[in-house]
């Protein structure tokens, strides 16, 4: 049976054949090998942004696609948000695990891509969807909460652990504010100072399950 699916990644395998990162409905991130591909007319089509569904065979930790049609139109992404969309589907590829069903997740990544053809604002895109992938990998962040039960202040600075979640500080300006905690946990924000901190605290929290290895989509901001 044929299932909805993304192209995460993908690159050439012996000559004439494709090796494929895929984000499968009912399955996951699944690696797939496209046979013949590079050489035929399905390398336009299994590539990232195009929504599909596909079919494929096998045991092995690598399955064989064996079956593949569009499903609609390619998302056209361009500049930044070409390297936005790039950036979702390393974190997928990264840090999902292959074969564990997230459909909840694919749906939200769906609509991600989405967003990030037609809202003006896409960090707020990419905040949204970086929360809902800790959550859905079990590492949700407790935003509304310090480490110890105590109500986050707008008011108030905090610094983040990951082994603790946030505490209080009374150093200056070290930390979150308490105003882009609450910015991030209702999904919504104006202040510039906010979308920074924002950032990079999600950046933190990121890099401590990413690991030492960085992200080559980063790098293509700079």
Same mark, same amino acid.
């Given at each position: 049976?044929?299932?909805? &699916? *993304? @192209?995460?990644?993908?690159?050439?395998?012996?000559?004439?054949?494709?090796?494929?990162?895929? *984000?499968?409905?009912?399955?996951?991130?699944?690696?797939?090998?496209?046979?013949?591909?590079?050489?035929?007319?399905?390398?336009?089509?299994?590539?990232? *942004?195009?929504?599909?569904?596909?079919?494929?065979?096998?045991?092995?930790? #690598?399955?064989?696609?064996?079956?593949?049609?569009?499903?609609?139109?390619?998302?056209?992404?361009?500049?930044?948000?070409?390297?936005?969309?790039?950036?979702?589907?390393?974190?997928?590829?990264?840090?999902?695990?292959?074969?564990? =069903?997230?459909?909840?997740?694919?749906?939200?990544?769906?609509?991600?891509?989405?967003?990030?053809?037609?809202?003006?604002?896409?960090?707020?895109?990419? =905040?949204?969807?970086?929360?809902?992938?800790?959550?859905?990998?079990?590492?949700?962040?407790?935003? &509304? #909460?310090?480490?110890?039960?105590?109500?986050?202040?707008?008011? =108030?600075?905090?610094?983040?652990?990951?082994?603790?979640?946030?505490?209080?500080?009374?150093?200056?300006?070290?930390? @979150?504010?308490? &105003?882009?905690?609450?910015?991030?946990?209702?999904?919504?924000?104006?202040?510039?100072?906010?979308?920074?901190?924002?950032?990079?605290?999600?950046?933190?929290?990121?890099?401590?399950?990413?690991?030492?290895?960085?992200?080559?989509?980063?790098?293509? *901001?700079?």
């Amino acid at each position: 049976m044929m299932m909805p &699916a *993304f @192209v995460l990644h993908r690159r050439p395998y012996q000559n004439t054949s494709l090796l494929l990162e895929c *984000f499968v409905a009912g399955c996951g991130r699944l690696p797939l090998i496209a046979k013949g591909a590079a050489r035929s007319k399905l390398k336009a089509e299994l590539q990232p *942004f195009q929504p599909l569904a596909i079919d494929w065979r096998g045991m092995g930790e #690598v399955k064989t696609l064996t079956g593949a049609e569009t499903t609609d139109k390619p998302l056209a992404l361009h500049g930044k948000r070409l390297y936005c969309g790039l950036y979702l589907n390393e974190l997928l590829t990264r840090l999902l695990p292959r074969e564990e =069903r997230h459909d909840g997740l694919l749906e939200a990544y769906w609509k991600s891509l989405v967003s990030l053809v037609h809202v003006e604002d896409i960090d707020w895109q990419l =905040r949204l969807f970086e929360l809902r992938l800790l959550d859905e990998l079990g590492y949700g962040l407790q935003l &509304a #909460v310090t480490a110890d039960g105590e109500v986050i202040s707008e008011g =108030r600075r905090y610094l983040y652990s990951p082994d603790h979640g946030f505490t209080l500080t009374g150093r200056g300006n070290a930390g @979150v504010s308490g &105003a882009t905690l609450h910015a991030l946990c209702n999904g919504a924000w104006n202040e510039r100072i906010e979308r920074l901190e924002a950032r990079d605290l999600m950046r933190t929290v990121l890099d401590h399950h990413l690991g030492h290895r960085p992200l080559k989509s980063r790098e293509l *901001f700079h």
